[in-house]
């Protein structure tokens, strides 16, 4: 079955359309296009700011028109991870869906349902005719994966609706009041290349099989960190026997939690078959560790040829210290709002880099801003002691739940009458954009919703089939219930 087959069929259409187009963060310029296309073809007005973001709008509809106006909200750019056996260029190839079971995925690709459900639906709520109405605005953003960039720089009078929907969230049934804020910390060893040794025997280790998963959404299931697994190994390895670290990779994006890596490394013939025991020994211990979270973890050395170089001894040693004493995982539970996490990090990328430098990326989350600077301090010490060069980004806020909004009491009679059950009103360790719009807008009234989707930010993301027609028609029944200004 095609996606275009399912229902709701103009939230799957537009839904497929979108997939067709390319739209990694910070390259969002064909997608920006595609949106201009659309609202000049159902001859809507539109605009876009200095940084990229699209603003469409459309007249409440008969009867309507005395509604509090409502913005709809999602972002443009979608996180791009593969496997890496899986041939897919981002910047040109479009996303490959399947319809697997009760579930849409991608060919060995991100499926970009985070955030292009939320496109898809505020596009087809544009292109409707026969749904009920206030004055509507669909905000679209770009660059939230990686920076936030358009909710950071968004420009004050934009949009002028008071109610905003942000669309971003994952799983049907539940309601998003608030949400952690985040920093990014950065680590840099420079190293000193030396021509690799030709009396050594080099080997290829790595890591895979992980799930990874949002770093924000799904730290809490304790998965697998491909980067801390090899690191790891590296360290028990140079514990009993020297090696040359030549090549080092893992992860790539900072709201990701890494699902593969590996390294290039030279050992003595004599250490060969000692080598290969302890690492088949290390593989089962993780496999017993990560039984019931990551059953499919993989650790395999295999002979590969000699290299050009090699990193010295000193860096190597440093960095495979920082990276197995740096912090990674929950931090702290919120005491304020039950099975909530407060505090964590993510250890995310390993990348080698021109001018001799191995990056280490890192995030933090928490919804307690003093915690946040906490842990941040916390991992900038851990690389600052093993001599890298650290920097820090600025960060974000997190978005403060409001109990007493009116939306929110509008969003919870609506699903009560809609489905004959309550939703669930919670906050969410993951980064939302509502936080920024605040800074801007502070007299918006907000809400988040979504439908429901797994393992997004890997190439196992999918989305629940019957999870959007039941998103679809809630969103449909709000927007009729806007209450009047």
């Given at each position: 079955?095609n996606?275009t ?6 939230v ?10 390319p739209?990694p ?15 000049e ?14 603003l469409?709008?459309?007249p409440?509809t008969?009867?309507m028109e ?5 913005i ?8 791009c991870?593969?496997?890496n ?8 190839d479009?996303i490959?869906?399947?319809v697997d ?13 985070d ?19 206030g004055p ?7 660059d939230?994966?990686?920076g ?17 929907l942000?669309?971003?969230?994952e ?35 790595d890591v895979?099989?992980l ?12 998965r ?10 590296l ?9 040359t ?21 030279g050992?003595?013939s ?8 302890l690492?088949?020994i290390?593989a ?13 973890v ?13 990193i010295?001894?000193k860096?190597t040693?440093?960095?495979v ?11 702290g ?6 099975h909530?996490?407060e505090?964590?990090?993510n ?30 301090e ?10 890298a060069e650290?920097i ?5 806020p ?12 509008t969003?919870?009679?609506?699903y009560?009458?809609?489905f004959?059950?309550d939703?669930?009103?919670?906050a969410?360790h993951a980064g939302l954009?509502?936080g920024l719009?605040?800074?801007?807008y502070?007299?918006?009234d907000?809400?988040?919703i979504g ?10 993301e999918c ?6 027609d ?16």
């Open positions: 079955m996606i087959e399912l229902k709701p069929a103009l799957w259409k537009f839904f497929h359309a979108i997939n067709q187009v739209r963060s910070k390259k969002e310029g064909k997608m920006r296009e595609y949106l201009k296309s659309f609202a073809e159902y001859h809507l007005p539109f605009k876009t700011d200095a940084c990229g973001n699209v469409i709008s459309k409440a008969k009867g005395d509604r509090v106006g409502v709809l909200q999602g972002h443009m750019d979608m996180v991870e593969k496997s056996d899986v041939k897919h260029d981002f910047d040109k479009p490959q869906t399947v079971g009760e579930w849409v995925r991608a060919k060995g690709t991100t499926l970009g349902a955030d292009g459900m939320a496109v898809a639906s505020g596009l087809a709520i544009l292109a409707s005719e026969d749904i009920p109405h509507l605005e669909c905000l679209f953003t770009v939230e994966e990686q936030l960039t358009g909710a950071k720089n968004i420009e004050g009078g934009f949009m002028n609706g008071h109610i905003l942000n669309l971003d969230s799983d049907e049934g539940q309601i998003f009041m608030g949400c952690a804020g985040g920093k990014d910390t950065i680590a840099f060893f420079h190293y000193t290349p030396a021509p690799a040794p030709s009396d050594l025997l080099y080997f290829r280790i895979k099989g799930l990874g998963g949002h770093s924000g959404g799904e730290i809490h299931l304790e697998g960190n491909s980067i801390k697994i090899l690191a790891r190994f360290n028990k390895l140079g514990e009993q026997h020297p090696y670290l030549c090549e080092i990779d893992g992860g790539n994006l900072h709201n990701v939690i890494p699902f593969e890596s590996h390294a290039v490394i050992i003595d004599d250490d060969k078959e000692k080598a290969i025991s690492l088949n290390f089962k211990d993780v496999e017993n560790e990560l039984k019931h979270q990551d059953p499919k993989s650790i395999t050395m295999k002979s590969t040829d000699k290299p050009a170089f090699m010295d001894k860096t040693e440093n960095l210290s920082s990276l197995v004493a740096c912090s990674h995982g929950v931090i539970w919120s005491h304020e709002m039950a909530l996490v505090t964590s990090t250890l995310s990328s390993l990348k080698m880099r021109d001018g001799n430098k191995i990056e280490v990326a890192t995030m933090q989350r928490s919804s307690v801003e003093s915690q946040r600077e906490y842990i941040s916390n991992v900038a010490a851990t690389f600052r002691l093993a001599g650290v820090q980004s600025d960060g974000y997190g978005w403060e739940p409001n109990m007493s909004s009116k939306i929110l009491k969003a919870i009679e609506t009560h009458k809609l004959d059950k939703p669930q009103v919670l969410i954009e509502c719009f605040l800074e801007k502070p007299y918006l907000m809400i988040s439908p429901t989707m797994r393992n997004v930010h890997t190439p196992n989305i629940e089939i019957k999870s959007v039941l998103f679809w028609k809630y969103l449909v029944a709000l927007l009729k219930n806007i209450p009047v200004k």
